[in-house]
């Protein structure tokens, strides 16, 4: 049987619920707040549950909870308050401390069974899911513990060195050939077609990662084939046009190869993501020869990178407050986002027309 502890300071009270409960459960009696917290301290590991008197002599049902928060047992053990009093501030204050439920004077024999059976339940539930939560914890604590070692052992191969190098040199041409482009729009039309570009390898801890999520041995012929987004290029153009115009004139080179192309401009995702994402393979030129690699290059808006993003720091930081109904206002956002970027574009044309 599990065992509970019930703490008032009048007997009648005590003998009440002890009567109520003892078929249930073993019940441990307590006449004040002193003694209660010597049997949380005797059987801290068993009590499922302490049902609470707030008015009595010496140590009162508030310092008790206090000491129980204060021990840490308050999250495994929940308190039900045996009261006679209906004030709302009362009960706030308590549900604010951390209480479970109430249990009010008269006792009503089938209310105070429901309740407590109810409240043991639900913490049972609760705790069970805490620990499998930790232990779900644990495992990625140490699987991360892992990656980071098998990255580490990964960074000092030569033949991964190799390939990071050929990746490396894949995003200097891809960023050679924009800023080409650049400098000619910039002479022939008076503008350029984007604002800035940024570039990332991706860290050896992502990659063996991403590889062991597709279940896939980490090895340098896989990295090579089986992903595509080792070397990512960023370009941030002004208009959505520009994004289309720069995009045909990069894959239209016949030196580049177009693997794979997502339009998440037209075709955004469900929470509102746009940019247009093209996968590319590009010759780079070695002292002995000419190889291809892959290169994911993303074409946004400047708006569209800003929202970007914000949306990247809510989906990986832990714990944020209302995460819902920020996911709702950046959905919003993005939409606002399209008709503002189409709007600037059609601004962009009128004073065009003006000059010719």
């Known amino acids: 049987m599990q065992r509970i502890l019930v703490v008032d300071d009048a007997e009648v009270n005590r003998e009440l619920l002890y009567g109520m409960l003892r078929d249930d459960y073993i019940v441990e009696l307590a006449q004040d707040g002193d003694q209660a917290i010597e049997k949380l301290k005797k059987y801290q590991s068993e009590i499922v549950a302490m049902l609470l008197d707030l008015q009595m002599p010496k140590k ?19 308190v039900l308050v045996i009261s006679g009093e209906q004030a709302a501030e009362v009960e706030n204050q308590c549900f604010e401390m951390g209480v479970s439920d109430f249990i009010h004077k008269p006792f009503e024999f089938s209310i105070v069974k429901n309740r407590v059976r109810n409240t043991v339940e639900l913490f049972a539930c609760k705790n069970q899911l805490e620990a499998k939560v930790e232990r779900q914890m644990e495992r990625l604590r140490k699987q991360k513990l892992i990656i980071q070692m098998q990255a580490e052992k990964l960074k000092e191969a030569r033949p ?8 490396s040199s894949a995003i200097m041409e891809v960023e050679t050939k924009l800023r080409i482009l ?21 860290s050896p801890e992502s ?6 999520r597709k279940g896939v041995p980490v090895t340098v012929e896989n990295i090579r084939e089986k992903l595509s987004d080792v070397a990512g290029v960023r370009v941030i153009c002004s208009f959505p046009d520009d994004i289309y115009h720069l995009a045909e004139l990069l894959i239209s080179q016949d030196d580049i190869i177009l693997l794979k ?14 940019s247009l994402h093209i996968i590319i393979e590009i010759p780079i030129f070695l ?25 990247h720091k809510l989906k990986y930081k832990k714990d944020v407050q209302n995460a819902e109904e920020i996911v709702k206002k950046l959905k919003d956002c993005a939409d606002f986002i399209e008709i503002l970027d189409y709007q600037m574009q059609g601004i962009r ?8």
């Open 261 to 274: 192309k997502k339009d998440y401009i037209r075709n955004p995702k469900s929470n509102g993501y746009r």
């Open 207 to 212: 990659i063996y990662e991403k590889l062991l």
């Open 160 to 167: 991964f060195n190799d390939l990071m190098m050929q990746y």
């Open 287 to 311: 002292s002995s020869e000419k190889i291809y690699r892959k290169v994911e290059v993303q074409f946004r808006t400047i708006a569209m990178d800003f929202w970007a993003s914000l949306e």
């Open 60 to 78: 009162d049902g508030f310092g008790v909870i206090a000491k129980m928060k204060e021990n840490g047992w308050l999250g495994r053990i929940p």
């Open 349 to 356: 044309d009128e004073i065009d027309r003006t000059q010719e």
């Open 182 to 202: 650049n400098e000619e729009f910039s002479l022939k039309y008076n503008r350029n077609p984007f604002e800035s570009i940024k570039s990332r390898l991706k």
